[in-house]
Structure formats: structure tokens, C-alpha cells
């Protein structure tokens, strides 16, 4: 089975690949390697360096592949870029996903499109399920909704086969030290340097935090999935940030004491997605626990310092 990787040389992209590859799958990557990384990319894997906006490149790309199904992983992910440049958040997550859908229409691919919880918003309950209320917080939050919507058009006018993946907060090896994403990364680069990560607000709020090896595996799930649907993508477990930080501490034996600063304009308190219906239509459950991910992240960041 031939399948393409968009963002295959980003955190999760590259991640996936390596599976893919591993599982046998013919795999192609796409990235503009703005942010994703060519040491990352797995050298069995064929590169196309190219933009998703880049509409005669995709095209050409596809017409040489011609793939049975696209893991379209390509996006602005930062929340404060869609604030101050929303433009460019639109252009690369709406615009870019719909060049992606077309092509996926023409050439009759599955798509399995990584969305994300930013499109909830604030949760009106706990742990949330894929009927809660779409109210994003943010222009990524609406950047990540709205091919959504256009996938099911798609599915609807043109019969195009789609897996939709929601994610809560995923971490683990690859993840840039950067952005409000990747918190976990972010402070254990702080603690194993001895600099004191900072938390905003009292750190009592929570997430549901998810090892990348688990979603890499719902992704194969998805492409084995017989019908459409749009599912959660979780552990269904909540941890502190205090926690959190006592946790990468222990496991690093350390014992740095974090800088807690003003809340942040926008964060919520808590967050934890349902996943039921992932484990039910998906045939998949998380393997890892927080313990076991960040150790396997710690690790990983040590051996890069």
C-alpha cells in the first residue's frame, strides 16, 4: 500500500513514518521543512520537500504516487502565530488541508486528517466527548475545525473515504522544547539544565496528556477503519501541572522548583477527552502511561543534550 505523510519530518509525522516503514507501507513524505526537521525524516522513506499551498507541486506529487491514503499531519500549530498572523494560519491549515482533500477526491486516497481538542473550547463537561459543543478559543482552534467540515462535504458530494483524528495534548521524543503544546518537553529541557520551568496560574490545572507512540497507533487503526468517523484521541485521564513537574522531577532526580507566573488570557482549567469511541469503532487503546512516556521522553532528551 503506497501512503503519503504530510509533515512526515515533523514530531508526530516522523513518528508515524518510522511505523509505516516498520509495518511494511510503501511511504512518501511531504514537508517544506519550515519546522520540521531532515534529520528526523527515515532515510527508507521518498522526500518531496514541498508546501501543501504549492497546488501544481501537490499535484505533480500526487500524479507520481498516486497513494491509497494521505496522513495529512502538515500545520500551523502555534496558537499565539494564529492570533498575530492569521492569515497564515489560514492560508496553511484551511487552504493547504483543502488542496489536500481535492487531491484526496481525484486520486480516490483515504484521508486521515490530524485534528485537534482546540476546536471544543472550553469544556462544558468532563471528560469530553465528540457531540460536545465546537466553540474554538482561538483561530487555530477554527483552522482545525474547518476542514473538518469540508472533509464530510467531500465524504458527502464525492465519497471520499476520511478518518477523523481529534488529539488531546501529545507529547514524547521529537517535540521541539517550544510552543504552549509541548509543555512537557519544555520543562524537561528545563530541569535537565537546571533552569526553572515557569507555569501559569497556580499549576492545579489539568490535561490529558498522550505518548506519540499511542497516537502513531491510531493513525494505523484509522487507515484499517471500514467506515468514516471522527474520534477522540486520549488517554481519558487528567494530570495536574504540578503534578507533572513532580513527575519529570522523580524521574530525572531533580528537584527543581518551577516560577509560577499570571495566568494566560485564554487557557482553560481543564481538559480530557472521552475515548470510547476510538476504542470501540477503532479497535485502539493508549499503551502508555505518563510514567512510562516520560521516561521514554527524558531519555530521549538527555541522549540529544
Request: charged residues 20%.
Amino acid at each position: 500500500m503506497k501512503v503519503i505523510v504530510t509533515g512526515g519530518c515533523g514530531f508526530i509525522g516522523s513518528n508515524l513514518v518510522d511505523r509505516l516503514i516498520k509495518e511494511g507501507f510503501e511511504t512518501y513524505v511531504i514537508d517544506n521543512l519550515s519546522t520540521g526537521k531532515i534529520e528526523f525524516l527515515n532515510p527508507i522513506a521518498k522526500f518531496y520537500q514541498s508546501d501543501i499551498l504549492d497546488v501544481q507541486k501537490m499535484k505533480s506529487i500526487f500524479e507520481d504516487v498516486k497513494p491509497n491514503a494521505v496522513f495529512h499531519l502538515a500545520a500551523q500549530i502555534d496558537v499565539q502565530t494564529s492570533i498575530h498572523n492569521p492569515d497564515l494560519d489560514a492560508q496553511i491549515n484551511i487552504l493547504g488541508s483543502i488542496n489536500l482533500i481535492e487531491l484526496c477526491k481525484t486520486y480516490k486516497s483515504k484521508l486521515i486528517y490530524s485534528s485537534s481538542a482546540a476546536v471544543y473550547g472550553t469544556p462544558l463537561y468532563l471528560p469530553v466527548c465528540e457531540q460536545h459543543l465546537i466553540q474554538p478559543l482561538s483561530n487555530y482552534g477554527i483552522s482545525k475545525v474547518t476542514p473538518e467540515l469540508y472533509i464530510r462535504c467531500y465524504a458527502r458530494l464525492y465519497n471520499v473515504k476520511f478518518t477523523i483524528l481529534r488529539y488531546s495534548n501529545v507529547y514524547g521524543p521529537r517535540q521541539m522544547p517550544k510552543g504552549e503544546g509541548g509543555v512537557i518537553s519544555i520543562f524537561i529541557n528545563k530541569i535537565i539544565n537546571d533552569e526553572t520551568p515557569a507555569i501559569f496560574g497556580d499549576g492545579q490545572q489539568t490535561r490529558d496528556f498522550i505518548y506519540v507512540e499511542d497516537v502513531v497507533s491510531a493513525n494505523l487503526s484509522a487507515l484499517k477503519a471500514e467506515k468514516n468517523g471522527t474520534y477522540n484521541i486520549s488517554t481519558n485521564k487528567r494530570i495536574s501541572i504540578n503534578e507533572l513537574i513532580k513527575k519529570i522531577n522523580c524521574i530525572l532526580n531533580k528537584n527543581i522548583v518551577p516560577a509560577y507566573k499570571q495566568e494566560r488570557i485564554g487557557d482553560i482549567d481543564h481538559s480530557c477527552l472521552d475515548n470510547q469511541l476510538a476504542k470501540m469503532e477503532l479497535n485502539w487503546q493508549p499503551k502508555y502511561s505518563i510514567i512510562e512516556g516520560i521516561t521514554k521522553t527524558c531519555q530521549f532528551n538527555e541522549n540529544i543534550q
